[in-house]
């Protein structure tokens, strides 16, 4: 299943590398002005809905997201235990999810009540 992006096949695991490769091999015998021009074609639709001012967004975020208490808390962690330590700490919560999907959160505590 594809969540995200384009799909112009979808192969089984097993498969996964060998249908890659054939499609590597298909785009190789395209001329590159071809392949310049598509690209172009596809990335314009992203650009006219602003690529650019979001990406200017997304460094203010980022500043922004370093000054808060888990900011804070993640450069600590990651100086006394180191960065994998603290990537791991932060990222755990998520593990349970690999490979279920966009549609999932985080497991969120039950109420009490």
């Known amino acids: 299943m594809v969540y995200r992006g384009l799909a112009i096949?979808?192969?089984?695991k097993d498969k996964l590398d060998e249908t890659f490769d054939a499609l590597l091999q298909r785009i190789a015998?395209?001329?590159?002005?071809q392949l310049v021009m598509q690209?172009?074609?596809?990335?314009?639709?992203?650009?006219?809905a602003g690529l650019a001012a979001q990406q200017m967004l997304s460094v203010y975020f980022d500043g922004i997201s370093r000054h808060t208490k888990e900011g804070y808390a993640f450069q600590q962690l990651a100086a006394m235990e180191g960065f994998k330590a603290a990537v791991a700490a932060r990222d755990g919560p998520f593990d349970r999810l690999q490979g279920a999907g966009p549609q999932l959160g985080p497991q969120r505590p039950k109420s009490k009540l």
Not at 29 to 33: D, E, H, Q, R
């Open 29 to 33: 015998l395209m001329p590159i002005n």
């Open 9 to 12: 096949e979808c192969a089984p």
């Open 39 to 48: 690209k172009q074609l596809c990335n314009l639709p992203v650009q006219q």
